[in-house]
Antibody, heavy 117, light 111 residues
C-alpha cells in the first residue's frame, strides 16, 4: 500500500523558514518523480514543485521560485521542501504526492503551515 | 486566477448526468494530458481520471473524461449523493518554464 506521510509543518513568523518532510513507503521510491501541492484554507489546489526520480529535473511554481527548494534522499525514501522567506500567502496545507501518470496519483494527508506574527 | 478555468459550481439530482468543464490553452491542455481529482472536504484529493480518459482501478465507470483541443471535461453519469465533492482538473503548462497547473475547482452539489 502506498503511504506518504508529511511532517514539519507549524506556526512560523513572516520571513521565517520551515523544512517539510515526506516519508514514502509501499512503492519503489527511486522509480517515481515526486511533487508538493498546497491548499490555502478554503481555497483550491496549487501545484508547488516537482522533482524527478534522480533529482535531475526540478520545477517550481512562479509563486515560490527563489524561496523554496525541493530535494529528495532516495536512500531514505524521503522528499523535502525547504521554505524560506515565508509570507502570509504561503499559509496552506502542504501535500506530498507521488507523480504517476504524469501528475499526482497518490497523496499524503498533508501538513499545515501557518505564517503569522 | 487559475490558468485552467472551471465553473465554480455544478449540481444535479440523483441519477442525472453531470458534466464539468475545464478550459485552458495550447501551452497546457492543448499539449499535455489532463487528470481529474475528487476531493471530499477535509480529506486529501483522490485521482479520478488520468491521461484524459483513463480510470484508475477502483474508480466506478460512472466517471469518464474527455479532451478536445484546449478543453477537457469530466462526466458523471448517474450521479449519487456520495459524489458530492470538489473536482479539479490538472495538467502541465509549458509556456515559459514547465509548471503544474490546477483548475480552480468545481463544487458538485447533489440535490
Amino acid at each position: 500500500e502506498v503511504q506518504l506521510v508529511e511532517s514539519g509543518g507549524g506556526l512560523v513568523k513572516p520571513g521565517g523558514s520551515l523544512r517539510l518532510s515526506c516519508a514514502a513507503s509501499g512503492f519503489t521510491f527511486t522509480s517515481y518523480n515526486m511533487e508538493w501541492v498546497r491548499q490555502a484554507p478554503g481555497k483550491g489546489l496549487e501545484w508547488v514543485s516537482s522533482i524527478s526520480s534522480s533529482s535531475s529535473y526540478i520545477y517550481y511554481a512562479d509563486s515560490v521560485k527563489g524561496r523554496f527548494t525541493i530535494s529528495r534522499d532516495n536512500a531514505k525514501n524521503s522528499l523535502y521542501l525547504q521554505m524560506n522567506g515565508l509570507g502570509a500567502e504561503d499559509t496552506a496545507l502542504y501535500y506530498c504526492a507521488r507523480e504517476g501518470w504524469d501528475l499526482p496519483d497518490y497523496w499524503g494527508q498533508g501538513t499545515l503551515v501557518t505564517v503569522s506574527s | 486566477q487559475s490558468v485552467l478555468t472551471q465553473p465554480p459550481s455544478a449540481s444535479g439530482t440523483p441519477g442525472q448526468r453531470v458534466t464539468i468543464s475545464c478550459s485552458g490553452s495550447s501551452s497546457n491542455i492543448g499539449n499535455n494530458y489532463v487528470n481529474w481529482y475528487q476531493q471530499v472536504p477535509g480529506t486529501a484529493p483522490k485521482l479520478l481520471i488520468y491521461r484524459n480518459n483513463q480510470r484508475p482501478s477502483g474508480v466506478p465507470d460512472r466517471f469518464s473524461g474527455s479532451k478536445s483541443g484546449t478543453s477537457a471535461s469530466l462526466a458523471i453519469s448517474g450521479v449519487r449523493s456520495e459524489d458530492e465533492a470538489d473536482y479539479y482538473c490538472a495538467t502541465w503548462d509549458d509556456s515559459l518554464s514547465r509548471q503544474g497547473v490546477f483548475g480552480g475547482g468545481t463544487k458538485l452539489t447533489v440535490l
